[in-house]
């Protein structure tokens, strides 16, 4: 049963436009939505993430929407960077006593100069 | 060190032999997590150690693997009588305490290959 899915293996976009990465959750206690970007050969690196009470947490470049009616949360870029070009990958947690992630299996973002 | 290192970095083993993964996380961090990507999958947690408590165990997919956590750093992933769908990236990440709202530090990984 997958609780987080991201599905879009990949997305492609010029630079300087907007990327969008999608994900769907269905566990409804969920309390905080991350998302990582990995590079090839690298470890997951933390981008940004949003509490369940929040719609909405920006970081310069990045913006996590979250809808909880329709357990939805995307990633918007904007502009996107061929530096961008990487592996996303949306998590989610119960804040329990463990913290652990749940993690979609990720969407390939490429970025075209 | 500056972040969570694990070694070896690459790992090929024959079917049914025994494995250690090893992790170090950054000095003073007591959160420490183990998870694996097999191919074309997102990460699947595995275990998770926080200071002197008892660690969360919940992801192990079976009692071929254990884990433990020395002196609250370094930790090592063992897997008995390697199977072929072992093959996959254990990634080991660390956090200055539990935390759901900043992520936690990832290392590069130790690929396992079971041939």
């Known amino acids: 049963d997958q609780q987080v899915k991201q599905n879009s293996p990949s997305l492609s976009v010029q630079e300087g436009r907007i990327s969008i990465l999608n994900c769907d959750y269905t566990n409804s206690m969920f309390d905080y939505f991350l998302w990582y970007k990995k590079y090839p050969a690298e470890g997951p690196t933390f981008l940004i993430s949003?509490?369940?009470?929040?719609d909405k947490n920006e970081d310069g470049r990045f913006t996590v929407f979250l809808n909880k009616s329709a357990k939805h949360l995307s990633l918007h870029i904007v502009p996107s960077q061929p530096g961008d070009s990487a592996v996303y990958f949306c998590?989610?947690?119960?804040?329990?006593?463990?913290?652990?992630?749940?993690f979609g299996s990720g969407t390939r973002l490429l970025v075209r100069p | 060190g500056a972040g969570v290192s694990q070694s070896p970095s690459n790992k090929v083993t024959e079917k049914g032999k025994d494995v250690e993964l090893r992790c170090d996380p950054i000095?003073?961090?007591?959160?420490l997590y183990w998870y694996r990507q097999s191919l074309g999958q997102g990460l699947e947690f595995l275990i998770y150690?926080?200071?002197?408590?008892?660690?969360?165990k919940s992801g192990l997919p079976s009692d071929r693997f254990s884990a433990e956590r020395t002196g609250g750093s370094v930790s090592t992933l063992t897997i008995q009588r390697t199977q072929q769908e072992d093959s996959a990236v254990y990634l080991c990440?660390?956090?200055?305490?539990?935390?759901?709202?900043?992520?936690?530090?990832f290392g590069s990984g130790t690929r396992l290959t079971v041939v």
């Open positions: 150690f926080q200071g002197n408590s008892a660690p969360d």
């Open positions: 990440a660390s956090s200055l305490r539990p935390t759901a709202n900043y992520g936690y530090t």
């Open positions: 949003i509490s369940s009470i929040k």
């Open positions: 000095s003073g961090h007591t959160a």
């Open positions: 998590a989610a947690s119960v804040v329990d006593s463990s913290y652990k992630l749940i």
